[in-house]
């Protein structure tokens, strides 16, 4: 199946910091990757979807100018946490669309805000 | 209420048992019908996918499609200790030009020896 890397996997930072995280489809071209955050024992919430070349769409109640993303490449995706607090502490997950509702997932980046 | 209703467990089983795992939907528009597993600390990985009404299966594992009831099951027979994991349902809704996955709660499956 179609790979997805996430870089890194695992983050600590301080409260106030921004963390960047990446997203990279490693053997098909994404034009749509998603962003997802997973709380412990839950499933997965969708965050935004983001285009390659254009702004990402966000989810209601998802804050655009906290979560930064970008899709500058047809392989690459970043989000970004500005001004994290520990809140924001989260298992973030993105995927990659590989044709019709082939959503392939990344292995997930864990944020700890301190 | 829930566009997708799935039951977290958990679920206890010996090896070798058939493990049916369900989910239930409210909007009919859903289009295609997935299950994915998900180790602990890791992303989830598709196992199945199925667009119709009926059964599809793969090896061990049968998804279910009943559109009528508004019903999916992942039926996994013979299970193994390695198929103790978390799996979610999922169902892609055509949105704002994509097909959005809208996602199960999971259920956590433990298969001991």
């Known amino acids: 199946g179609a790979v997805v890397s996430q870089h890194p996997s695992w983050v600590i930072c301080k409260s106030g910091t921004s963390v960047k995280i990446e997203c990279r489809s490693l053997?098909?071209?994404?034009?749509?990757m998603f962003w997802y955050r997973q709380f412990p024992k839950q499933s997965l919430m969708l965050m935004a979807t983001?285009?390659?070349?254009?702004?990402?769409?966000?989810e209601q109640g998802v804050e655009k100018d906290k979560f930064l993303i970008n899709h500058a490449s047809l392989t690459l995706s970043t989000l970004t946490v500005t001004s994290a607090h520990p809140e924001d502490s989260s298992f973030y997950i993105c995927?990659?669309?590989?044709?019709?509702?082939?959503?392939?997932f990344g292995p997930g980046t864990r944020l700890t805000v301190l | 209420q829930k566009e997708v209703e799935q039951d977290p467990g958990p679920l206890s089983v010996p090896e070798g048992a058939i493990v049916s795992l369900n989910c239930t939907y409210s909007?009919?528009?859903?289009?295609?019908f997935m299950w994915y597993r998900q180790y602990s600390r890791k992303g989830p990985e598709l196992l199945m996918y199925?667009?119709?009404?009926g059964n599809k299966e793969d090896g061990r594992f049968t998804a279910q499609v009943d559109k009528s009831s508004k019903y999916i099951s992942l039926f996994i027979r013979d299970s193994q200790p390695s198929d103790s994991a978390t799996y979610l349902c999922?169902?892609?809704?055509?949105?704002?030009?994509?097909?959005?996955?809208?996602f199960g709660a999971g259920t956590r499956l433990a298969v001991h020896p």
């Open positions: 995927s990659g669309l590989a044709g019709v509702g082939g959503q392939f």
């Open positions: 053997d098909f071209q994404a034009t749509t």
């Open positions: 983001s285009n390659e070349g254009s702004k990402a769409t966000y």
């Open positions: 909007n009919s528009a859903f289009q295609y």
């Open positions: 199925t667009y119709s009404s």
């Open positions: 999922a169902m892609s809704l055509f949105s704002g030009g994509y097909n959005k996955l809208i």
